[in-house]
């Protein structure tokens, strides 16, 4: 099983259209959970932290669920500026000794007109 | 607004040269972490870099990679000897606490001819 595991997509949806990507993840002991999103040939941006009471930011929600070792990301009234890669985040709990940061392969979402 | 600088944007270099990639994490940042994306792939963990020394660093950081900080403000990736398959973009991040979001800089594009 992968680290971090994301479905690649495409997914096509037209603006205003609501989204929803799920990331799995293998290792148990994961302490923090992010989702970036990149352009293409661009970094990495921090779109939002996600907590286990889960977080909203304007048209954004993340939820964690540790239990089933995966976290969401929904898109509300899609903007054609979220056409991205949305990319799944997960570091080890810190008291493991080190700080490997584990990448998603990452979704590629395209909002059309 | 803070940020992550990094030089040169696009480095071109001959298989088996040495090539520096620089980077200027966020001053009041702590942890510093290298990354490499191949084209079309996903990101990979390179090292996380903490107190002076690496705190972690994947099975690609072999030998032929190593980091300094050889100053307040500097964080530099050396790669020895280098490789067609290193032809890559690198990416440098910093975040102020180990399991805080990670900030990134624009990227340094590598071309080993």
């Known amino acids: 099983r992968k680290e971090v595991e994301q479905d690649p997509g495409p997914f096509n949806v037209p603006e205003g259209a609501t989204v929803a990507f799920n990331c799995t993840y293998s290792?148990?002991?994961?302490?923090?959970f992010f989702w970036y999103r990149q352009d293409c040939r661009k970094e990495p941006k921090l779109l939002m932290s996600?907590?286990?009471s889960g977080n909203e930011d304007g048209r954004f929600t993340a939820q964690l669920n540790r239990a089933s070792q995966y976290i969401s990301l929904l898109i509300r009234d899609s903007k054609l500026s979220d056409s991205a890669t949305y990319l799944c985040?997960?570091?080890?709990?810190?008291?493991?000794?080190?700080?490997?940061?584990?990448f998603g392969a990452g979704t590629r979402l395209f909002v059309k007109a | 607004e803070p940020e992550v600088t990094q030089t040169p944007s696009h480095q071109v270099t001959q298989m088996g040269q040495e090539v520096i990639l620089r980077c200027v994490p966020i001053?009041?940042?702590?942890?510093f972490y290298w990354y490499r994306q191949i084209l079309g792939q996903k990101v990979e963990f390179l090292v996380s870099?903490?107190?002076?020394?690496?705190?972690?660093k994947s099975e690609i950081f072999d030998d032929q990679f190593s980091v300094e900080r050889p100053d307040g403000s500097n964080f530099t990736l050396k790669i020895r000897s280098t490789k067609l398959e290193d032809s890559a973009m690198y990416f440098c991040?910093?975040?102020?606490?180990?399991?805080?979001?990670?900030?990134f800089g624009p990227g340094t594009r590598l071309t080993v001819l």
């Open positions: 991040a910093s975040s102020e606490l180990a399991d805080n979001e990670q900030f």
């Open positions: 290792n148990s002991a994961s302490q923090s």
């Open positions: 996600v907590y286990s």
């Open positions: 985040v997960v570091t080890p709990a810190a008291y493991t000794g080190g700080f490997k940061t584990i």
């Open positions: 001053s009041n940042h702590l942890y």
């Open positions: 870099f903490y107190n002076n020394e690496i705190s972690e």
